[in-house]
């Protein structure tokens, strides 16, 4: 471990408890207990048997584990460790220690942090460094710098463990913004840069890993006009050099703005991204509009993952009639890749759906969706070849209609529920090897005492799939029930299932129970069983397999 990572990671907290930090708020030192300790130590012991089949797990095992928080002030360290038969492990705060103590508009952040200024700039991605954020009023101004990415240097001896050599990335990003309920602006920005002296060259060039670096600016724009009225745009431009060993070149028209903080090269590309929303809500018509539009390999070293290469349009409206008991949801989504004109064949998706809910009285509703999804190609910098053309769609039905009847002493519930889906492929040289049709159908009753603390459930479900191998029908029936005793210290509960399909047969039966002692002790002991008859040894092998488990459990 990097010893420089401790050093940090102590020198935070002992500024943090000297100085009586609270994560949350200064104002609230000398008002609250200054310790508090909380967590959940727990126990587990599993038997375990099979007959007709290879042990697919230890015939026993034992697990010891814990979580346990200390909070000084409102300063959590969180404390875990666990053991068991296989496997030992214990973990302390200081790996991921990090702290952000506050007082009235001006926050700290210390050691492991994830802000997010922007979805394009800095997104969530953790950081160890130290940074501050202050917002007075209306204005805002953030800023952190440190480790993005920790280096890993690879054992060349080690030939078991396979590890793919990263270089060490550091960085800082800023943002400085203005906002009140009408309207806001917030620009934003990150440079990040990976570190060349923490790999050996040997062993980069060996994984094929080269040393990057990257530039990206932003800009938020939020606006008001109504209270049920809102408009947002969220934009960036990134320059991503991937490799800043090559050589440098002149500044072109595009990347002159980045030319003092980042010096372009060969291995240089300027990429942007786009976003923006508006939204309408109305207690009886609603809209959320879309546009997205993200270049190909769009990369912030902010965000842990961006979606390129897409560009989208998408509309959800929505209805709500007759007191709401009658609402219409609907969504069209429209997008396409191969932005740049550089891919083989350009791939369109459009994505219809709508969902009517109808609730005429408390004790009846129904839910109807109808949806689909088709995709096609078309020639990009080569036709398509007809054998190989992707022209799909995915049409789905639902019909889920409900029933329950509620008095002082049991709830009834009745749950139906049907869906028809099929892929459709209009490429007949393609359609007999990927053409199905499925149809899903299941029926739930659920009693429930009210005043006896008991539930019962049953249900039974259908599946028909039809595909290049033929008709698959199977049937699935279970039965399952709970109940709570002297007052809810002992609960008990059980289920059985079984599964009949053409070739196979599979029955499950589960039996447990849970003892609290007050509000820091509970014993539970579960079984479970499994037995398979199957035709084919290979694919529906036929065996009887037993679990059991006994555990413990302290909370404080």
């Not at 599993?46 to 346990?68: C, H, K, M, Q, T």
């Not at 917002?135 to 800023?143: I, K, L, T, Y």
């Not at 902010?302 to 709401?324: K, Q």
Request: net charge neutral.
């Amino acid at each position: 471990m990097n010893i420089a990572r401790y050093i940090i990671a102590t020198t935070f907290l002992i500024l943090t408890l000297g100085l009586h930090l609270n994560a949350q708020d200064l104002e609230r030192v000398g008002k609250e207990s200054p310790v508090k300790l909380s967590g959940a130590i727990s126990s587990r012991l599993v038997g375990y048997g099979v007959s007709g089949i290879e042990n697919r797990r230890d015939p026993f095992s034992a697990l010891v584990a814990g979580n346990v928080t200390l909070d000084l002030y409102g300063l959590q360290l969180p404390f875990s460790f666990s053991w068991s038969t296989q496997d030992r492990s214990f973990s302390q705060p200081f790996n991921q220690f990090g702290a952000s103590p506050q007082y009235k508009w001006a926050t700290a952040h210390l050691g492991y942090r994830n802000l997010s200024f922007s979805p394009y700039t800095l997104s969530g991605h953790q950081m160890l460094g130290a940074g501050v954020e202050l917002m007075p009023g209306d204005f805002r101004a953030s800023f952190i710098a440190g480790e993005l990415q920790q280096g890993v240097q690879v054992d060349t001896a080690d030939t078991l463990n396979i590890v793919e050599p990263v270089y060490r990335r550091t960085g800082y990003a800023g943002r400085l913004g203005y906002g009140n309920n009408g309207f806001s602006v917030d620009l934003s920005f990150l440079k990040a840069a990976d570190d060349t002296t923490s790999l050996r060259n040997t062993i980069a060039e060996n994984a094929n890993v080269r040393p990057g670096e990257n530039l990206v600016v932003g800009a938020t724009f939020g606006l008001k006009p109504a209270n049920n009225l809102t408009f947002k745009i969220d934009g960036a431009v990134s320059s991503y050099t991937r490799d800043v060993r090559s050589d440098s070149i002149a500044l072109s028209d595009e990347a002159e703005a980045f030319g003092d903080v980042i010096t372009p090269r060969a291995s240089t590309q300027i990429y942007t991204a786009l976003r923006a929303d508006a939204n309408y809500y109305g207690n009886v018509f609603s809209m959320n509009a879309n546009y997205t539009r993200i270049d190909p390999d769009y990369q912030s070293m902010g965000a842990y993952y961006t979606s390129g290469d897409v560009e989208s349009v998408s509309i959800a409206p929505s209805l709500a009639v007759a007191n709401r008991k009658l609402t219409f949801n609907g969504s069209f989504t429209w997008g396409h890749d191969n932005l740049q004109g550089k891919k083989l064949a350009t791939t369109e998706n459009l994505s219809p759906s709508l969902t009517m809910n109808w609730s005429p009285s408390a004790s009846f509703g129904i839910l109807l969706t109808g949806s689909t999804q088709m995709i096609s190609q078309s020639e990009g910098t080569l036709p398509v070849n007809d054998t190989t053309r992707l022209h799909q769609q995915t049409p789905m039905v639902m019909v889920a209609p409900r029933y329950m009847i509620t008095d002082t002493t049991f709830s009834h519930a009745f749950f139906l529920t049907a869906t028809h889906q099929r892929l459709l492929d209009n490429n007949t040289f393609t359609a007999s090897y990927s053409e199905y049709n499925t149809t899903i159908a299941s029926l739930s009753y659920t009693l429930t005492g009210l005043k006896s603390s008991f539930s019962v459930t049953g249900s039974l479900t259908g599946t028909r799939m039809e595909n290049l191998a033929g008709e698959q029908i199977t049937t699935s029936v279970s039965l399952g029930g709970s109940k709570g005793l002297f007052k809810e210290k002992l609960g008990l509960n059980g289920s059985i299932s079984a599964t009949l399909g053409e070739n196979s047969r599979t029955v499950a039966l589960g039996l447990g129970g849970i003892y609290r002692t007050g509000d820091h002790h509970s014993f539970n002991l579960n079984f479970s069983t499994v037995s398979a008859n199957g035709s084919d040894e290979i694919k529906n092998s036929t065996f009887t397999e037993y679990t059991g488990i006994a555990g413990y459990a302290y909370r404080f």
